[in-house]
């Protein structure tokens, strides 16, 4: 384990001290596009308008003879107004034949307007401790004078065994995603879905009269916790990730409602018609918005006791309180509409 003073210094000469502390930025959707085609190229900065974040996708679903051109893609849309979008890269996996060129194409053509780069298979501490020591070279080399974050896919047995280790091995790490496709595969799950729940995995009611009451129940729960306890632990960010299911617009938003619930930030759009949905999800509700303000006004100290229409609030619910009021706070910051429906 690296001394804590070590943790927080420059890991090439010349490269950026690394942040103490996350850039404060709403990332409700990470906007997944494919960059190698020209026609969806031209339409992101239309696109930037509606997203918290833009994502040019290099890895999965981009045909190897296309991943040059979306590797050029991806400089070209970074360079572009992205009308405050954050802007994000998902680049090939460590031992794949593009990666050394993703990060280096990258960090030269993009350097400071590079914010975070998605990086799949993340299988433990190690994978990130080099990303970092190769980043900080080439952050050095071309002068970056903002440290390059990281966001790792939670998509392999390996990186679920590993997530706590993960999540705290840098300064640069910026969030966690549940990548349920590829996590599938890796544990012999036998679904094709990529995410959302499964019709046989469920559980029925005893034996009895008349027929046996039997729900499905989420297949990510225990990973999507378990990730969302890491991140926590270490002050970075957890994400749902991919729906594959575009038609199914009920299922998305109830399987990214849970993990709202349960403490994510946000999710993949992998269609225009998953931005809207993530965006209601992941902006608190008004009318859990105004409750929570009573409670932090009812303990303006924090302290004490106190009942609002007969529920108890105490310290922990005036902390809950104040997490749900917090994010309202930075949503209204950037959005007047919701500053104005929260009364903030
Ligand atoms: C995402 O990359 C996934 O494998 O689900
Ligand atoms: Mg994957």
Not at 15 to 22: E, H, I, K, Q, V
Not at 181 to 207: E, F, N, Q, W
Not at 225 to 230: F, H
Request: hydrophobic share 45%; glycine share 8%; proline share 7%.
């Amino acid at each position: 384990m690296k001394p804590p003073r070590q943790f927080f210094s420059p890991l090439a000469t010349g490269a950026p001290a690394p942040l103490r502390d996350l850039p404060i930025a709403i990332e409700r959707m990470i906007h997944f596009v494919p960059p190698h085609l020209e026609k969806v190229r031209a339409k992101v900065p239309e696109m930037a308008a509606q997203v918290d974040v833009i994502l040019a996708n290099l890895e999965d679903a981009i045909p190897a003879d296309a991943k040059d051109a979306a590797r050029a893609g991806a400089v070209e849309v970074g360079k572009m107004d992205l009308k405050g979008a954050g802007f994000w890269v998902r680049i090939n996996a460590l031992n794949a034949p593009w990666h050394l060129d993703d990060v280096t194409t990258l960090v030269a053509g993009l350097g400071d307007k590079l914010d975070v780069l998605m990086v799949p298979k993340v299988e433990g501490a190690w994978d990130i401790h080099y990303m970092d020591q190769f980043l900080a070279l080439l952050e050095a080399k071309h002068g970056v004078m903002k440290p390059v974050l990281l966001h790792a896919i939670l998509e392999t047995a390996q990186g679920v065994a590993n997530v706590e280790a993960i999540a705290g091995a840098s300064p640069r790490m910026q969030g966690i995603s549940l990548g349920p496709a590829d996590l599938a595969a890796s544990r012999k799950m036998k679904t094709t879905r990529v995410g959302g729940g499964h019709p046989g995995y469920r559980v029925i009611a005893d034996p009895g009269e008349g027929a046996r009451i039997s729900v499905q129940q989420d297949l990510w729960h225990y990973t999507l916790a378990k990730m969302v306890d890491a991140c926590a632990m270490h002050g970075i960010k957890p994400f749902y990730g991919p729906f594959g299911d575009i038609a199914d617009a009920e299922g998305c938003e109830q399987q990214f409602r849970n993990a709202y619930l349960m403490g994510c930030v946000g999710a993949w759009s992998l269609h225009p018609s998953q931005i809207a949905i993530a965006k209601k999800v992941f902006t608190p509700d008004v009318d859990d918005v105004k409750f929570a303000l009573r409670i932090l006004e009812a303990m303006p100290d924090g302290s004490g006791v106190a009942m609002l229409d007969g529920k108890m609030q105490d310290d922990a619910t005036w902390k809950q309180a104040k997490v749900i009021v917090d994010l309202a706070r930075q949503i209204a910051a950037k959005e007047p509409e919701m500053k104005a429906a929260y009364g903030l």
